[in-house]
């Protein structure tokens, strides 16, 4: 079965740090783009960030700087580094894998699997 498992998520104070991982487990291709989505009660999905099979990323600009997406390919796991937190950054996070078209900048509708999330809270 394919699965995708979030972790890592919880509540900090403002400026604090988590490290979110994403385990791809069941899923027979190689894995060519990965994505972190968040929402937020009330909002729709939003990408937070992507990496390719290259490594190649790209980031939504409420996070650049702050945030840093990473994948260890060998062993299906995808990784986000978040730094400087602060309350808009409370949300639910998902990762995502698999689907078609360009990873960098892809939309959610164009990802095929997705984790049942991790709830990140900010606040003091």
């Known amino acids: 079965e394919e699965q995708l498992v979030e972790s890592g998520g919880g509540s900090v104070q403002p400026g604090g740090s988590l490290r979110l991982s994403c385990k791809v487990s069941?899923?027979?291709?190689?894995?060519?783009?990965m994505g972190w989505f968040r929402q937020a009660p009330g909002k729709e999905r939003e990408a937070v960030a992507q990496i390719d099979n290259l490594h190649s990323t790209n980031y939504d600009d409420s996070v650049k700087g702050r945030f840093t997406i990473s994948q260890d390919s060998e062993r299906k796991i995808a990784y986000l580094q978040m730094n400087g937190l602060i309350p808009e950054d409370t949300a639910m996070y998902y990762c995502?894998?698999?689907?078609?078209?360009?990873?960098?900048?892809?939309?959610?509708?164009?990802?095929?699997?997705w984790g049942q999330g991790t709830q990140v809270s900010v606040s003091s």
């Open positions: 995502a894998t698999g689907g078609s078209g360009y990873c960098l900048g892809r939309a959610p509708e164009d990802f095929e699997l």
């Open positions: 069941g899923y027979r291709y190689r894995i060519y783009c």
